[in-house]
């Protein structure tokens, strides 16, 4: 069974900065593109910021300038550095990766259960 452990959220100031971390494991043959999404309660799941296998980036446009994603291949991590917070930020941050667990499978979206960022003062 694939996993996906999301780790690093918490409270912080607006115009603070937090690191988020997520770890895939389990049966994983390979891993394409991995991702960061967020949900704000009455709000549709948004995307984030998301990273293909050689290390391509795109963010979303609210985001841009602050937020930074990263992974590391070698330990199926992914990151996302977040400075500047604001109020608007707050949301449960999800990591999402389309993951191949079998020679003769497809890929498929694999989700973590979300870390919280609340940004208050």
């Known amino acids: 069974q694939v996993q996906l452990v999301e780790s690093g959220g918490g409270l912080v100031q607006p115009g603070g900065s937090l690191r988020l971390s997520c770890a895939a494991s389990g049966s994983i043959l390979s891993i394409n593109d991995m991702g960061w999404y967020r949900q704000a309660p009455g709000k549709e799941r948004e995307l984030v910021a998301v990273?293909?296998?050689?290390?391509?980036?795109n963010y979303a446009d609210s985001v841009k300038g602050r937020f930074t994603i990263s992974r590391d291949n070698a330990k199926n991590a992914l990151y996302l550095q977040m400075n500047n917070l604001k109020p608007e930020d707050t949301a449960l941050y999800y990591c999402n990766a389309k993951i191949l667990i079998s020679s003769w499978a497809n890929f498929y979206n694999y989700w973590g259960q979300g870390t919280q960022v609340t940004v208050s003062s």
């Open positions: 990273t293909t296998r050689d290390g391509t980036t």
